[in-house]
DNA sequence: GTTATATATTTCGTATGCGAAATATCAAGA
DNA sequence: TCTTGATATTTCGCATACGAAATATATAAC
């Protein structure tokens, strides 16, 4: 299988494993790993622009919709309009959002402490170089 | 933002911009990277099982099923029934998966070695071992 | 002030991926 | 043979994510 494209498939079932594992553990409290990022984020931001958060989150707007549209729909986030600028809008944590958040952060780290286990601080280091390359390698048109 | 979930958060961002990038890449070539994959594997497995691929590309087989019958629609696969194992599907490349197939692993290959810039071999397995071994940290219920 | 352009968000159609449950077939044992 | 349990695949409902196009508002040019 590999040689031909070993690093974009390890990266890609890497990816698929944390996922996986992210949601088994935050599904137990009625959460999605993309919704524990929104939620991650505006801890630290609340009342962020949603473009913002979309650009925080390396997701493309129109993604960021619908995420923020469930998010909304359970009880998480709410929408409210810019005061300044009528096309935007500002994502505002629920109580149970930040309930959620702080619960769901707990667990997260102990998932991130958990891919550090074998590796030197080092060798972390490397791979998180790594991949932050790739956000050079393959910059979204915009900030080329 | 990081701090909390450095490597998660990297790790995401990392797989999302590589997969925009093969997909924009392929996209031109009517490919998309789930179904490169599939070409990529049956093309030194034709014929291969339908749970085999899942496998082997760590997709769940449900998952599976629907990348099989797209492709399928697309005319770059066939399914036939096995002989011996009548629950079981193989799936074979067409004359057009096949070329598609070759075509998109040229240009695979230069993603991929874009990946290797700017990191020593060294470092480059450093980042193969780390990737491989969320693999083993993250187990399918399965394979324990 | 009106027009042209830029920006923020949404809508739409589609692909990917998951888990739970259904279906079909196989294999083993009573 | 009949039943029982295992295995391969599919179906279903849902969340995520993308790109292209639409919408709404802001800003600049005139």
Redesign the pocket.
């Known amino acids: 299988m590999r040689a031909e494209h070993r690093l974009i498939f390890l990266l890609?079932v890497a990816y698929?494993r944390l996922?996986?594992a992210i949601?088994?553990e935050t599904a137990a409290h009625d959460l999605?790993?993309?919704?524990a990022g929104v939620l991650f984020f505006l801890g630290r931001n609340d009342g962020a622009?949603?473009?913002d958060v979309?650009q925080a989150l390396?997701?493309?707007?129109?993604?960021?919709?619908?995420?923020?549209?469930?998010m909304e729909r359970a009880g998480l986030v709410k929408?409210r309009r810019d005061g300044e600028?009528?096309?935007?809008?500002r994502l505002h944590l629920t109580v149970a959002g930040q309930e959620l958040g702080k619960r769901a952060a707990t667990r997260t780290r102990v998932i991130n402490n958990r891919l550090m286990d074998g590796f030197s601080e080092a060798e972390i280091d490397v791979v998180s170089r790594w991949l932050s390359s790739l956000q050079e390698k393959f910059p979204k048109d915009k900030d080329g």
Chains 1, 2 share one sequence.
């Open positions: 890609t698929r996922q996986r949601d088994q999605t790993s993309a919704q622009l949603i473009g979309s390396d997701i493309v707007p129109s993604a960021m919709t619908g995420l923020a549209d469930r929408r600028d009528g096309r935007s809008q």
